[in-house]
T-cell receptor
Framework: AQTVTQSQPEMSVQEAETVTLSCTYDTSENNYYLFWYKQPPSRQMILVIRQEAYKQQNATENRFSVNFQKAAKSFSLKISDSQLGDTAMYFCAFMKLRNNNDMRFGAGTRLTVKP | ETGVTQTPRHLVMGMTNKKSLKCEQHLGHNAMYWYKQSAKKPLELMFVYNFKEQTENNSVPSRFSPECPNSSHLFLHLHTLQPEDSALYLC?????????????FGPGTRLTVL
């Protein structure tokens, strides 16, 4: 079974600075997708960024980028120029591509951006 | 807004009550999911429906009973729950279970079992 580990339960960062959230996963699959979801306080979970395992280039979305290390099974999220609105729970998720496309989530990292 | 709505947003119930959670998606998706979110634990996938057919039941106790009358609506019927069932229950939808698409989540129902 695939497992996803987020080793940082809580993190904080000063506004305008950069922070990196870590995620590791365990799988025997070769083709899969990885996702970062953001869950702001009392608001809906939304997709931040996704990475296809067969692509070597790291995905970027504006201030959000990932460092995907397939051999190390590591998928970290970097948030640049942090904003107060980035305060949220961040979940890393894994999706295999065989049989079904169900996701497996990590336990989340609570990020607080301080003014 | 993600196009997925859930009602009620908050629910307090006793262990002998019967209640239902409702989820509706306006995205034209064919797969719908129920997750349980507890503090400091990964999201737990409970049930999956694909084209109205239940395709997964992850060893969920029978006191949780899902229903999917059509591709847009999903219910979770609750009866004789335990205090440890208190959690945030999230509904999600995706295009289907065969193609790679992100899941869209509702705001959740915060359930407290007394």
């Amino acid at each position: 079974a695939q497992t996803v580990t987020q080793s940082q339960p809580e993190m904080s960062v000063q506004e305008a600075e950069t922070v990196t959230l870590s995620c590791t996963y365990d799988t025997s699959e070769n083709n899969y997708y990885l996702f970062w979801y953001k869950q702001p306080p009392s608001r809906q979970m939304i997709l931040v960024i996704r990475q296809e395992a067969y692509k070597q280039q790291n995905a970027t979305e504006n201030r959000f980028s990932v460092n995907f290390q397939k051999a190390a099974k590591s998928f970290s999220l970097k948030i640049s120029d942090s904003q107060l609105g980035d305060t949220a729970m961040y979940f890393c998720a894994f999706m295999k591509l065989r049989n079904n496309n169900d996701m497996r989530f990590g336990a989340g990292t609570r990020l607080t951006v301080k003014p | 807004e993600t196009g997925v709505t859930q009602t009620p947003r908050h629910l307090v119930m006793g262990m002998t009550n019967k209640k239902s959670l409702k989820c509706e998606q306006h995205l034209g998706h064919n797969a719908m999911y129920w997750y349980k979110q507890s503090a400091k634990k990964p999201l737990e996938l409970m049930f999956v429906y694909n084209f109205k057919e239940q395709t997964e039941n992850n060893s969920v106790p029978s006191r949780f009973s899902p229903e999917c009358p059509n591709s847009s609506h999903l219910f979770l019927h609750l009866h004789t729950l335990q205090p440890e069932d208190s959690a945030l229950y999230l509904c999600a939808s995706s295009q289907d279970r065969l193609t790679v698409n992100e899941q869209f989540f509702g705001p959740g129902t915060r359930l407290t079992v007394l």
